[in-house]
């Protein structure tokens, strides 16, 4: 058997995969930086680029295609391969010396994982070739890497499809997974520019990089901004043109394709429908504290996991807090750009109680089967939607557990406040890094301790990737215990 076969060969080869995929998206800001004259970082760029690609090619040739992949495998290279990626992302940054090795890679994480936390203080300040990179990873990451390798390299429908359900996907609008991740990449790059277009006419030509900018990371719900400020920096009306592309990055690609050929009845899914009434329950409920726009923004933002802002949420209340953090757990539809529990297992819950009850009330000899709408469901359904739910909230609280046992910088909550951060700030801001979504009270910053800074990273890659391929990776070495 050789090496190619072997489980660290299959897992290194089709990671390999993905570092000549990034090698050659590395190019584009290494190509801006040429033009705008940083010939320095255009090197750096280029120099990544081209080693990306070489390690990456120079390992498929020594290893050789793997004839047959496992679940397992396939979980795990999904894990590995967002790391390898995260880390080659990160050079740029600490190469360039912007940030350190460790901000480089959170700020690497933060994009590919389409989550908006940022380690830059003034992204203002920050050459185009920089800004354009981590928009570049926020939407790359959007619809997820092992997607954009599977519409451009994979042929074995196999393989792919275990590759596909890997990354937390299970929809198809093709025949076969392959045809399926050429689609949603289709539907995506057509809303991009639909976005850009529409942004290019509001803001002029003269802010055509902002558009670009802005269009990629708002459909990959991803939120990183070329501002300071985020989208508050722009006219009130560059904020309403935005919500209704946040919620489409929100929706299902497979409910896309109903909405493109105007099948409307199909599009409105009962998860849809959920999207659009918390959204709208949840603005009500904010502008008894807030004003109207900040308020369908912010709750449109945080339900999809975009993470642009137009206000600070450092400022607002424990209850505007807590809204918002219920809204990035919830999270968006499956099979979109957004991350969090999904929409449809919040569904799926909410319904297994009503079930649950129903069963009490009639014999036990009574078969009922578990029906959302008109669709019938296995009650196994249940019992995944439930697990996850439950290893997501505590992930959550444990990672705001060590938040709230770390000392606040001094004058954080003003002379007379407490010493630690408060529950309010600490499970909104591991809410926001485990959603992917970027929303942040202030506590995210290059200055944070090293060990937060970690534990928003591990946060970040274990909500993209549904807990389970983190899990399935970490087990390998103890396999045959």
């Known amino acids: 058997m050789g090496l190619g076969e072997t489980k660290f060969g299959k897992i290194w080869y089709y990671s390999s995969v993905l570092l000549v995929i990034e090698g050659m998206a590395l190019f584009l800001p ?94 203002e300040s920050l050459p185009r070739a920089i800004l354009f990179w981590r928009s570049f990873t926020q939407w790359i990451g959007g619809v997820g890497v092992i997607v954009l390798f599977l519409s451009i390299l994979i042929r074995s429908s196999g393989i792919a499809a275990k590759l596909y359900k890997a990354e937390g996907r299970t929809d198809r609008i093709a025949t076969n997974i392959v045809s399926t991740a050429r689609r949603i990449w289709g539907i995506y790059i057509l809303y991009t520019v639909l976005c850009i277009i529409g942004l290019i006419a509001l803001m002029g030509v003269g802010k055509t990089f902002d558009a670009v900018n802005v269009s990629m990371t708002c459909l990959a719900t991803g939120g990183f901004a070329v501002t300071n400020d985020s989208i508050a920096a722009y006219p009130g009306y560059i904020a309403t043109f935005i919500i209704p592309f946040m919620i ?9 394709r109903h909405l493109l050929k105007r099948n409307f009845k199909e599009f409105f899914t009962i998860e849809v429908k959920a999207i659009l009434l918390i959204i709208f329950l949840a603005s009500i409920l904010l502008m008894t504290r807030l004003g109207g726009l900040d308020s369908f923004f912010q709750t449109a933002s945080a339900l999809t996991g975009t993470g642009f802002s137009t206000a600070t949420i450092r400022e607002w209340d424990d209850f505007s807090k807590f809204i918002l953090s219920i809204l990035m757990v919830l999270g968006g539809g499956y099979g979109s ?52 739910s439950i290893l997501y909230i505590l992930v959550l609280c444990l990672g705001a557990l060590v938040f709230m046992a770390t000392q606040a910088p001094e004058g954080f909550y003003g002379a007379n406040g407490p010493e630690t951060y ?60």
Do not use: C, Q
């Open 30 to 123: 290494g190509l801006l930086a040429y033009v705008d004259s940083d010939y320095d970082l255009s090197v750096i760029f280029f120099s990544v680029g081209g080693l990306s690609l070489i390690l990456g090619f120079l390992s498929m040739i020594l290893l050789g295609k793997p004839s047959r992949l496992g679940y397992d495998e396939a979980l795990s290279i999904a894990a590995f391969g967002w790391l390898l990626l995260t880390f080659v992302g990160s050079l740029p940054f600490s190469l360039s010396g912007y940030l350190s090795g460790l901000d480089g890679f959170f700020e690497s994480m933060s994009g590919f994982t389409a989550t908006g936390l940022t380690m830059f203080s003034d992204v």
């Open 248 to 256: 489409l990055g929100g929706i299902s690609f497979a409910s896309h």
């Open 337 to 388: 750009t957004s991350s969090a529990l999904k929409m449809i297992r919040v569904v799926i819950i909410i319904y297994a109680v009503a079930w649950v009850v129903k069963k009490f009330l009639y014999s036990r000899k009574a078969v009922i089967p578990f029906k959302i709408g008109r669709n019938t469901y296995p009650v196994e359904e249940i019992r995944i939607a439930t697990l996850y």
């Open 422 to 481: 408060t529950a309010a700030d600490s499970l909104f801001e591991v809410a926001s890094a485990e959603g992917n979504v970027g929303l942040s009270t202030g506590i995210t910053n290059a200055a944070m301790p090293g060990h937060l800074k970690v534990v928003l990273i591990i946060e970040m890659w274990v909500g993209r990737l549904e807990i389970f391929p983190v899990l399935t990776l970490l087990a390998v070495p103890f396999r045959k215990r």
